[in-house]
């Protein structure tokens, strides 16, 4: 069983930024893409960013393009989410998965929310 553990999150100002981390303890993520997921209340999931196995191939959500930025520290077994300009409706939990474990690390990194683990997810609020 892989365990994925998200922190970062809280109660910040629209314009502000946080930064986002999943790690793992049990298991190197080495050989895994790495997805960020967000859901707000009374809203279906979505696909945030991902970042695949290797490191070498990033996809994100159209309208977040720009403000958000993946990143992995495969020595720190982590992957990150900066989240800049944030906007009262980036106000979500949001929830990082892993996809894999794959045969070498390669290139792929879905958006599609067909990940075989998943963290417990935390809050972010951006309010005034």
């Known amino acids: 069983q892989l365990q994925l553990v998200e922190s970062g999150g809280g109660l910040v100002q629209p314009g502000g930024s946080l930064r986002l981390s999943c790690a793992a303890s049990e298991r190197s993520l080495d050989f895994y893409a790495i997805g960020w997921f967000r859901q707000a209340p009374g809203k279906e999931r979505e696909g945030v960013s991902c970042?695949?196995?290797?490191?070498?191939?990033?996809n994100y959500a159209d309208s977040l393009k720009g403000r958000f930025t993946i990143s992995r520290d495969d020595p720190m077994n982590t992957v990150y989410l900066q989240m800049n300009s944030l906007k009262p409706e980036d106000t979500a939990v949001y929830y990082c998965?892993?996809?894999?474990?794959?045969?070498?690390?390669?290139?792929?990194?879905?958006?599609?929310?067909?990940?075989?683990?998943w963290g417990q997810g935390t809050q972010v609020t951006v309010s005034s």
């Open positions: 970042v695949s196995s290797s490191g070498d191939s990033t």
């Open positions: 998965a892993a996809w894999g474990p794959t045969y070498i690390r390669g290139s792929y990194c879905p958006m599609n929310g067909q990940y075989d683990y």
